[in-house]
């Protein structure tokens, strides 16, 4: 389970040359606040630029907060620390992939990364190749895979040490129907009992992939949680009958 709380950060941008050089302050993220329970899948929506990604990597312990907290299972994320990072999963946008390394390669380094022996990490990652069907890209380089299979491998990577919690930023980027198709059966199971009840939460602006997947949405816009809930009740809060339209007016009025 993932709590956060009032989370912000501000970064400093540079612009400019010389005497010309100028700074200012971006407000990323100002007050993001919501839970993302296990067997459940928690959708962060928001428009480019919301906020997104900075709430999950400050929530995954790559970056740190400005104030506020993230607990992950009952323990304080700090950024750089590995008290959490053995109960999470995370696919970042930037897929990192070592391309000189084959698929099996790059899932099963992550294992030993994690504190697992050769033997487990290999037979973890023969397990997640059947279970994302992926074993005939198994042996390949990662160099050359198409954006399916680089999704596919890092998402076996993130899963390696079977964390409870799976963080996954926009993971349908460049996806086509069927992989999308694919990876939403795949979550689905993840958060089954069958597939361990995962706590699964993951960015996107995609409407559809949120009201087909998502048990709890967290509309986020300006840096700031400005609405929540089921896509239901978040059609009643808006009061429209389409879920476009009501994030629309949630969001942005
Ligand atoms: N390292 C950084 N330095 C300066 N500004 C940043 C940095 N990272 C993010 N920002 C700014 O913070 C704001 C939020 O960015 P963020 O990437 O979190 O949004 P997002 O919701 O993930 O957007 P998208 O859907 O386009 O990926 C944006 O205005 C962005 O330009």
Not at 26 to 42: L, P
Request: glycine share 10%.
């Amino acid at each position: 389970m993932i709590i956060v709380e009032q989370l912000s950060k501000q970064f400093v941008r540079e612009a400019g040359l010389g005497w010309r050089r100028s700074k200012s302050v971006v407000q990323a993220v100002k007050d993001i606040h919501f839970s993302a329970a296990d067997g459940e899948v928690t959708g962060l929506l928001g428009a480019n630029g919301a906020g997104k990604t900075t709430t999950l990597r400050m929530i995954a312990a790559l970056l740190p907060a400005d104030s506020g907290r993230v607990l992950v299972d009952g323990v304080q994320v700090e950024a750089g620390k590995q008290a959490t990072q053995a109960r999470m999963g995370v696919l970042s946008d930037a897929r990192g992939l070592y391309p000189r390394l084959s698929a099996r390669e790059n899932i099963a380094y992550y294992g030993v990364l994690h504190g697992m022996s050769h033997d487990e990490a290999n037979a973890r990652a023969t397990a997640l190749a059947d279970a994302l069907d992926m074993r005939a890209l198994m042996e390949r380089r990662c160099e050359g895979f198409s954006q399916g299979e680089k999704m596919k491998t890092a998402l076996a990577r993130a899963l390696v040490h079977d964390p409870q919690n799976i963080i996954l930023d926009e993971p349908t980027n460049g996806l086509d129907v069927l992989a999308t198709r694919a990876l939403r059966e795949f979550l689905a199971w993840l958060k089954s009992p069958a597939g361990g009840s995962k706590c699964i939460l993951f960015s996107t602006h995609i409407m559809q992939e949120v009201e087909r997947l998502c048990d709890h949405v967290v509309i986020v816009a300006g840096g700031e949680t400005v609405a929540q809930g089921t896509v239901a009740g978040l059609l009643d809060q808006a009061a429209e009958s389409n879920f476009e339209d009501a994030f629309v007016k949630l969001a942005f009025a």
